[in-house]
């Protein structure tokens, strides 16, 4: 019989920067997922790959001199190398960059142009180069800044091609509100409420201002926007429109994609509006999951904050890595990252509780019996609970695990190894092993523990592979006794099983020890701080820095603004008429600490409002790097007013 088929997708990720630990979690949450698809006997194609086109991946190799492609080259092989090192199984790797998918790409696009939807225009808005986002005024946020990443946006004018998305807005509506393709359900809200009731405005999807995309065909000074680039990797892999793959029409339309929430919108009005121009069929799942936080604030490369998935897997083993991020990522909602929530986690959950279960029943197995289990057996009511939650837990995660709920998945297994724990302390091996007539009795509390174990490993192999294989090794579990299909059974194991005494699976971690080598290895100097390429690539003249007044002012007061928590509303007396500053670093300083201090701020900047206050000039700070912002104080002798140069 011809076997059913599973398509499950990550986002592309940009090579822009190595890969850090947020990469990791979605690419380890679908390589579970599509692992455990294969388990149950799925023909899988996971798919995986990297975006590599854009302005941003221009300007940086601009900045050292080399070609786009030369700079990301040695990125993508790093994202290649940690997905080896982490354990992912990807089926296919695409990259933006591969030939078959600039054929997709401009295929698409010509379809598109040729069915009308797409069309020229000119385009004025503004622009977020490291998110490669367009926005509206009305769409930045408080600052004026790019809404996702908190960046400076800037303005783009430019003759550009536009998709009709507008046209779409009901039929998109219906279909995120009718069927259940995006989840969590709550992202719909957000989905409907921020962009399609407001008014969903045509994309823009090409650039003339840079040149490193797939040249429009038909037009070639335009390049396609990256987005469009990005999204048709779903299908370009799969051979739509190129003859690379042959596998449309084998695995579209996916079963899933995974990405987190900042990019739901592109996956959830963009893609499905452009599967519905193209006439094909619409994917079936989109989970949004949260980010992984550090020091509450969204993991990623350029706030230098990087915490190396390479190190903490060669430290503490991949699997371990693998367990604690989708153990401690809830359902939709972000998760916190340090190095004290990975080994806690991996000392409580996988040392003591799972660890010891496996080493303490190998070792009283081998004990008492000299590794072989008798066959003799003797029931008692206290084997009861186990057995019915080994027995159930099968049924209670597979749906768990099909739409993504992997922390819940984990939790219900880890709630059968508690339970053995305790069985453990119930029926008190040891004392029956001093009793030549308990023999029967000990033997029946071994064996009901190896089968919980054999459950529970066979169930955690997808979300740890390489562990699993060597506790099946220790209890004597053969392949075809922890396949799927004989997980939901308890007794699969022979009754006179040998086991095998091994390595202890997960040490324990002195965690004190641990943090102050980690701090050591996490010094400034190896956090790589990305803006000093961009620094290169936009170098100005004197006569254009001097064009910016800079001057000395004192902060005579300041308030909070009760409608913006980010901001403070700054009196500065500039040594002339004074001048009101709204600046961004409420989080950083409260009113009193800033209030008679000397500052530096721009002088000529443009008025703007900011949250319904008018800010006139900018104050000077420092990004220290992890979140840390620290204005630049003077002087106090400096008169205010002084200019600077
Ligand atoms: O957005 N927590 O690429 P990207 C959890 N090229 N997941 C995180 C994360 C974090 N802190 N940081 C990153 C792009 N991710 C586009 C995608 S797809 C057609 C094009 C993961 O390199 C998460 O999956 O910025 C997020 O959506 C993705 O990396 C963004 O990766």
Redesign the pocket.
């Known amino acids: 019989m011809e076997k059913k088929k599973y398509y499950i997708t ?5 090579p822009s920067g190595n890969p ?1 630990i ?2 990791c ?2 690419t380890v949450a679908c390589d579970t997922i599509a692992r455990f698809k294969r388990m149950q006997g799925f023909d899988v194609m996971f798919l995986t790959g990297t ?1 590599e086109h854009g302005m941003k991946i221009e300007q940086k190799a601009k900045a050292l001199g080399v070609t786009p492609k030369e700079y990301v080259d040695p990125i993508v092989e790093n994202f290649k190398k940690l997905w080896d090192v982490m354990g992912i199984s990807n089926d296919r790797f695409v990259r933006t960059t591969d030939d078959y998918h600039v054929k997709t790409v401009q295929t698409i696009f010509k379809k598109l142009y040729d069915k009308g939807y797409i069309y020229k225009g000119e385009y004025t808005g503004k622009y977020c180069t490291p998110c490669e986002s367009f926005w509206t005024e009305s769409q930045l946020d408080e600052n004026g800044c790019c809404p996702d990443c908190h960046r400076p946006v800037i303005d783009a004018h430019e003759e550009a091609y536009f998709l009709k998305i507008s046209d779409f807005a009901d039929k998109i509506e219906k279909f995120l509100t009718e069927t259940d393709y995006l989840r969590p359900k709550s992202r719909v809200n957000e989905m409907v409420n921020n962009f399609i009731k407001p008014g969903l405005e045509d994309l823009c999807v090409s650039r003339t201002s840079f040149t490193w995309g797939v040249p429009v065909s038909f037009d070639e000074k335009h390049v396609v926007y990256v ?1 469009v680039d ?2 048709a ?2 299908i370009s892999a799969l051979g739509y429109e190129n003859d690379a793959y042959d596998d449309f029409s084998k695995f579209w339309p996916a079963d899933m994609h ?3 929430k ?2 739901v919108r ?2 959830s009005i963009v893609w499905i509006i452009i599967l519905m121009m193209l006439d094909l069929p619409l994917p079936k799942m989109l989970y949004g ?5 550090f020091n509450g604030q ?3 490369k350029s706030i230098g904050n990087v915490i190396d998935p390479f190190v903490l897997a060669e430290r503490y083993g991949s699997d371990a890595v693998r367990y604690q991020i989708m153990r401690d990522m809830p359902y939709g909602s972000d998760s916190n990252f340090s190095n004290e929530i990975m080994i806690t986690r991996i000392n409580s959950d996988l040392a003591n509780d799972f660890g010891n279960l496996v080493s303490r029943t190998v070792a009283m197995a081998d004990k008492y019996f000299g590794g072989t289990l008798p066959e003799e057996r003797d029931y008692d009511q206290l084997d009861d609970e186990l057995v019915e939650m080994a027995s159930a837990l099968r049924e209670t995660v597979t749906p768990m695990i099909e739409e993504a709920r992997l922390s819940n998945a984990l939790e219900e297994i880890f709630k059968v190894v508690s339970r053995a724990n305790k069985y453990i302390d119930e029926t008190e091996p040891w004392k029956l092993g001093k009793d030549e007539a308990s023999r029967p009795r000990l033997a029946s509390v071994l064996y009901n523990l190896l089968e919980t174990i054999r459950i529970c490993s066979g169930l955690l192999f997808p979300f740890m592979p390489k562990t699993m294989p060597k506790v099946w090794e220790q209890i004597g579990a053969k392949p075809e006794e922890v396949e799927y299909n004989v997980l939901g059974e308890f007794g699969k194991l022979p009754a006179n099983v040998t086991v095998h005494k091994g390595e202890v699976l997960f040490p324990r971690i002195d965690i004190e020890k641990e943090i102050d080598e980690l701090n050591a290895l996490l010094t400034p100097a190896k956090t790589i701080r990305e803006d000093e390429d961009l620094d290169k690539a936009n170098v100005i003249g004197i006569e254009q820095f001097a064009e910016v007044k800079l001057r000395t002012g004192e902060i005579t007061a300041c308030e909070k603004m009760p409608k913006a928590k980010k901001l403070l509303k700054l009196t500065v007396d500039d040594g002339r008429q004074g001048r009101q500053i709204v600046s961004g670093i409420a989080k950083w300083y409260t009113p009193e600490e800033l209030v008679g201090k000397k500052i530096v701020f721009v002088a000529n900047l443009a008025p703007r409002k900011l949250c319904g206050e008018e800010s006139q000039g900018m104050i000077l700070a420092a990004d220290c790097g992890n979140e840390d912002i620290k204005v630049l104080f003077v002087d106090k002798d400096i008169p205010n007013g002084s200019p600077i140069g």
Do not use: C, Q, R, V
């Open positions: 990550t986002p592309i990720y940009y850090h947020g990469h979690y979605t975006d987005w990005a999204l990797n779903y995974m990405t987190a900042e990019i592109f996956h999951h949260g980010w992984i936080n969204k993991m990623s």
